[in-house]
Structure formats: structure tokens, C-alpha cells
């Protein structure tokens, strides 16, 4: 019975199509997904090249984001948008979709206007409707303006300034742009077009030319490094394009400065203001090329310099009151009023010739400027370490607090290992000719600014020692010994004082034995016997910022004046 009760078993074709149906079904639901991510990996790519095309043709300077860091509508649509493009010059901005049209609709900033002398005089407004800045105000009826949510309200791009709809159509169509707040350091269309013209007939006088514009008209570069501490360099350049006429900004990293400033040579004499974005070596950098304008015969044309701090040390910008370091926290507006308000000094500039032993007949001497300090001993092989490993993964030291890490590491290290003690042994150190004996030391350091290491007072020190403070335009140099790297981390947190040797217009370092790692401005190199000699080169014209100061420049400043207040 229960043998008759069992079905019967189905014939072998009815479990192989099962089998089938389900091998189907597992590649369907393993394939699908990957198909699908192939497809739009692929549109992705599409899209990419297809917007990269239109970057490339455009006028616009047009940059992608995931995200607009506020509520954000398209300029042809004028519908929300969370992603898209925006152009850093205009600050125009739209969806994806709307590219081409934007391209076509609206006109960029002209850092040139056509040769029409009707316009050169006076330029009007270019505005922009929609998207206007938080906080910004009408210029009619001084109420807020973008309060709505939609595509409302206009903003010229050359004065900032913003109005209502309302406002616009009553009495704002045809009135004159007057550049704005900021009209003294931005170099105007119509100027540039008329140099331009002068140039045709072979004319060079600028000087009545710039008379309209003003006594107070200081044009401003800017020349910014992309790459330097946390790679701001890219997003301020954007920025400063928005306030400023974009044929003023260059990133150093594709113009060269000695490239960037012969605009200067198209300005009135001893008007022109840069402003460098970068760290110490981006600065160095740049004053070179200021040295090579001299070189050039155009003494007439060299321009004042600013300092933005990006890099990790930024040593001589502290020194001239721009700060330790810049991540974003004043607005780029502010930081261009700053430089309005600074005032020029001098800096001065060093020699350091390098003569290698034993070939003073077949190898000329190394020569580096100077513009900060010369060291020889534990610090210089930090900056050796650093830089060495920074040369093999650039892209681990973009951040300035890892950065000062990796500084603290290699600092630790050489306190066990002390790889340059016994220095005294090793150098002959001589301050305008005359021999200095020195104790048992494993650095010297030779200053011509007031801040070193990424912030100390170096020859200052601390308690109640009184020390002529440090001038940088001085022509003298301040030489300071330390007795390994732990000694430096007690100056730099102001438990310890260095060995002060002494002040000099000339010195003269004579390594006798072994190779030391010694550094430039934080640009460090292994170095066998040699003779170092160090003298003044020339001075660079700088701005100084006074308008904050950190507790170690109050005190420093009281302790000047109570220096003199005894004498």
C-alpha cells in the first residue's frame, strides 16, 4: 500500500529545466547589478568628459561641487540645486543640465573691455541675479536681500554690491559701476584696454593714465601656491577672483612669479602691492623674482609684499604680523582690508655661500638668499627627515597639524639618538672675523627674524634676562647655540633659553669633519666639510600688518619700550 501511495518519480528532463531556471536566476541577480554599475560608471565618465569639454571652451571659469555650502538655484532654470557648477570668477552658478545654456546666456568678468572710448571713463554694473551672499544688503533701500527662497535679487560682480528686483527696474538700470569697497586694489578693464592701445602706439606713460583712477590706487597681485600646508591655495584663488579683476591672480604652480610680475611693469611706478598666499618658501620664492626684476633694470616696477600664511611654519610672516597660519578663519574681504592697512618695511636679505672642501679650484660654491635662518644641527635634521619622507607620499602632509607631528617624531628620535652631538668638536664659528669659542653643543642657529621653529621667540628667550629684541632690518644677524633637540622643545614651550653667542654683520661657519645636515629657510640638505659664509645681499620691501598681535609681540613690544625708557 504504501509502495502504491509513493509517486512516481518524474522523468529526468523536469529537474534539469529546475536546475536551469535556477542557474538563470543566480547570473541574472549576479550579472544584473554589475551591468548596472558598469552603465553608469560608464554615463558618469560620459558626463565628465562632456562637462570637461565644456570647462575647456568656455569662458567661464567653471569648477565642480557635490554640494553647495548654502541654498543654491540655478541661474537658467532657477530651479534648487544641492550639486553642480559655479564659475570662480562671477560666481555664476547652475545644474548640470544647464551648462551649455548658462555658457551661452551669460557673460564672465572681462579683464578687458572692447576699445570704446565711450565706456573707458565709466563702466557700468554687470549683474548677476540670484544667489547673493548671506547677510547681504540692497544698496536702495538698505533692506536684506536672497531672504526668499528662489532665484531672487542681483550682484554685481565688480562692486559686490547687491539689489532687489524692485529696486532694479525703479532706478538702477543704467547707473555706473564704481568697483566698490574694494576699487584701489583691483586693476580696471578700461585700464588694461587702454595700456593695451598705448602699447600700439608705442606710448609708456601711465602715469597720467593712472592719475584718473585716484592717488590712493594701490593695485594688488596675488600670487598663491595651491600645493602649500593644506592645499587652500586653489579655493582662495577662486575667491579672490570673485572680488578682484582675474588677470591679478596667478597660481604659482603653473605662472612662475617672475612671470606673474611683469604686470607690475604695466603700472605706475612703486604702486604695485602683492600679496603672497603660501608658506615661507613660497615667499622666498617670489622675492627671488623680485630680485630678478632688479637685475632687469626695473627697480621702478618692484612691488611691496604681503604675506597670507599657508604653509606649516611660517615663520616670517609671523614676524610681519600676518599670523602663524591661515585656515579660513577671517573672510578673504577681510584679509584684502588688511592688506590695505598695512605699512611698507624693509627686510633684510642674506648671502650664504657654501664652499665645499678640497675643490675650491673645479666646483663653484652653492649659493642660497636667506631670508629667515640658517641652522646647522638637530633642527636642520628634522627638516632633512621631513622633507625626505614628504618627497615619497606628498599627499600624507597636507595637514599642518600632521605635519608638526611628524616634526615631534623625528624631534623624539634624535633625543635617543643624538646624531649631532660633539658639534664644537666639528665647526670653527667666526662673528666679523673674529673667533668664537663655543661649549658643548649639538646646534647653531643664525637669525635674521624674530620668530623661529613655527612660532618661538628664539633670542628673546624668557624670565628676567633683557635682550635687545631682533630686528629684521637691521643688517646685524643673531647667532644662537642649543644643546640637542630636546633643549629646542624646552625653548619652544619657554622652559629653557638658548645659548646666546653674539650678533654679527658677517659670519663665517667652517665645518671641519663628517657630514651635518644643515637647512636655508626650512629647505635642509646634507653637507660635508665646507666653509659657510654668510653676508648681507640686499633688502625686499615688505607690508607689515599691525592690527593683531599675539601676547608674545605685547610683550615684546613692553619690553622694548621699557629698554629705552632705561636709557
Request: charged share 25%; aromatic share 8%; hydrophobic share 35%.
Amino acid at each position: 500500500m504504501e509502495a502504491e501511495r509513493r509517486p512516481a518519480p518524474g522523468p529526468p528532463s523536469e529537474g534539469l529545466f529546475a536546475d536551469g531556471h535556477l542557474i538563470l536566476w543566480t547570473l541574472c541577480s549576479v550579472l544584473l547589478p554589475v551591468f548596472i554599475t558598469f552603465w553608469c560608471s560608464l554615463q558618469r565618465s560620459r558626463r565628465q568628459l562632456h562637462r570637461r569639454d565644456i570647462f575647456r571652451k568656455s569662458k567661464h571659469g567653471w569648477r565642480d561641487t557635490d554640494l553647495f555650502s548654502q541654498p543654491t538655484y540655478c541661474c537658467v532654470c532657477a530651479q534648487h540645486i544641492l550639486r553642480g557648477a559655479f564659475c570662480d570668477c562671477c560666481g555664476l552658478r547652475v545644474d548640470e543640465d544647464c551648462l551649455k545654456k548658462a555658457d551661452k546666456r551669460f557673460q564672465c568678468k572681462e579683464i578687458m573691455l572692447k576699445n570704446d572710448s565711450k565706456v573707458l571713463d565709466a563702466m557700468p554694473h554687470h549683474w548677476i541675479r540670484g544667489n547673493v551672499p548671506l547677510c547681504s544688503y540692497c544698496m536702495v533701500c538698505k533692506q536684506q536681500c536672497g531672504s526668499q527662497p528662489k532665484l531672487c535679487d542681483y550682484r554685481c560682480i565688480w562692486c559686490q554690491k547687491t539689489v532687489h528686483d524692485e529696486c532694479m527696474k525703479h532706478s538702477l538700470k543704467n547707473e555706473k559701476c564704481d568697483f566698490g569697497e574694494f576699487k584701489n586694489l583691483i586693476i580696471p578693464p578700461s585700464y588694461l584696454t587702454s595700456i593695451n592701445q598705448m602699447r600700439k602706439d608705442k606710448k609708456t606713460d601711465y602715469e597720467v593714465l593712472a592719475s584718473k583712477l585716484g592717488k590712493q590706487w594701490t593695485p594688488l597681485i596675488i600670487l598663491a601656491n595651491s600645493r602649500s600646508g593644506t592645499n587652500m591655495g586653489e579655493g582662495l584663488l577662486g575667491e579672490f577672483r570673485i572680488l578682484l579683476n582675474p588677470v591679478q591672480i596667478f597660481d604659482v604652480t603653473k605662472t612662475p612669479p617672475i612671470k606673474a610680475l611683469q604686470l607690475c611693469t604695466l603700472l605706475p611706478y612703486y604702486s604695485a602691492r602683492v600679496l603672497v598666499c603660501g608658506g615661507d618658501g613660497t615667499v622666498g620664492w617670489v622675492l627671488d623674482a623680485v630680485d630678478d626684476m632688479k637685475i632687469k633694470g626695473q627697480e621702478k616696477y618692484i612691488p611691496q609684499v604681503a604675506v597670507l600664511p599657508l604653509g606649516t611654519g611660517n615663520d616670517l610672516s609671523n614676524t610681519l604680523g600676518w599670523g602663524a597660519g591661515y585656515a579660513g578663519e577671517i573672510p578673504v574681504a577681510q584679509v584684502l582690508r588688511n592688506v590695505m592697512e598695512a605699512d611698507g618695511i624693509k627686510l633684510d636679505r642674506w648671502k650664504v655661500q657654501v664652499t665645499n672642501k678640497g675643490y675650491y679650484n673645479l666646483r663653484k660654491p652653492k649659493e642660497f638668499t636667506m631670508n629667515n635662518y640658517f641652522s646647522v644641527g638637530p633642527d636642520a635634521l628634522m627638516a632633512l627627515n621631513f622633507h625626505a619622507h614628504r618627497e615619497k607620499a606628498p599627499s600624507l602632509f597636507s595637514s599642518r597639524i600632521l605635519n608638526k607631528a611628524v616634526y615631534l617624531f623625528y624631534g623624539t628620535k634624535d633625543c635617543l639618538v643624538q646624531e649631532c652631538k660633539d658639534l664644537n668638536k666639528k665647526v670653527e664659528l667666526e662673528l666679523d672675523g673674529e673667533r668664537v669659542a663655543l661649549p658643548n653643543l649639538e646646534g647653531i642657529i643664525v637669525l635674521n627674524i624674530g620668530y623661529w621653529g613655527g612660532g618661538c621667540r628664539l633670542w628673546e628667550g624668557m624670565g628676567d634676562e633683557t635682550y635687545p629684541l631682533t630686528r629684521h632690518d637691521d643688517g646685524l644677524l643673531e647667532v644662537v647655540g642649543v644643546y640637542g633637540s630636546f633643549h629646542c622643545a624646552q625653548i619652544q614651550v619657554k622652559l629653557a633659553n638658548p645659548f646666546r653667542i653674539g650678533q654679527a654683520h658677517t659670519v663665517r661657519l667652517i665645518l671641519k669633519c663628517s657630514m651635518m645636515p644643515m637647512q636655508v629657510d626650512g629647505e635642509p640638505w646634507a653637507q660635508g666639510p665646507c666653509t659657510v659664509t654668510i653676508t648681507h645681499k640686499t633688502h625686499a620691501m615688505m607690508l607689515y600688518f599691525s592690527g593683531e598681535q599675539t601676547d608674545d609681540d605685547i610683550s615684546s613690544t613692553s619690553d622694548q619700550e621699557d629698554i629705552k625708557e632705561t636709557e
